[in-house]
């Protein structure tokens, strides 16, 4: 089981793990979030600056772009690509489990289903919703 260094994601991956009696990696930053730009670290939309509000109309012309402290939509869609080929090449003969968050595990998905471009990937991974896992122990079983 792999997962991203972010706390919630560390300690749902350990609980995860555990259920399922498998091992867990170190955490590591390739299966970390999108990161926003600082400026809007935060914020609410109505309070997001122009120079945002900018970058985020022009992003999908120009994908290399960041703002101080973001990530661009190509690094991201590096980053899933290479989260992807580690799903795609099981080890001793086991399929890994990404526990990340949101954007990262849409764009992986959205990788699986054929997305080329960054632009394309993060359209759907904005998009992305997961149903719960069903995994999780009845009430009794947590005291």
Same mark, same amino acid.
């Given at each position: 089981?792999?997962?991203? =260094?972010?706390?919630? #994601? &560390? ?18 930053? *390739? %299966? #970390? ?7 809007? *670290? ?5 309070? %997001?600056?122009?120079? %945002?509000?900018?970058w985020?109309?022009? @992003? ?14 190509? $690094?991201?869609?590096? @980053? $899933? &690509? $290479? ?6 090449? =099981?080890?001793e ?8 968050? @949101? ?5 992986v ?16 991974? @904005? ?17």
């Amino acid at each position: 089981m792999l997962t991203s =260094p972010h706390p919630r #994601a &560390t300690t749902s991956a350990h609980i995860v793990a555990a259920l399922l009696g498998v091992p867990l990696a170190a955490p590591n930053p *390739l %299966y #970390a979030e999108w990161r926003p730009p600082d400026c809007v *670290l935060g914020k609410g939309p109505d309070e %997001y600056p122009l120079e %945002y509000q900018t970058w985020r109309r022009d @992003r999908f012309r120009d994908p290399d772009s960041t703002l101080a402290g973001g990530e661009s939509l190509t $690094a991201l869609y590096k @980053r $899933a &690509t $290479a989260a992807s080929a580690i799903l795609g090449h =099981p080890v001793e003969g086991h399929t890994a489990l990404i526990v990340s968050h @949101r954007v990262l595990i849409g764009a992986v998905a959205a990788i699986a289903a054929g997305a080329s471009c960054p632009q394309d990937v993060f359209q759907a991974a @904005r998009r992305f919703t997961l149903a719960p896992a069903g995994i999780w122990p009845d009430s009794g079983q947590l005291r």
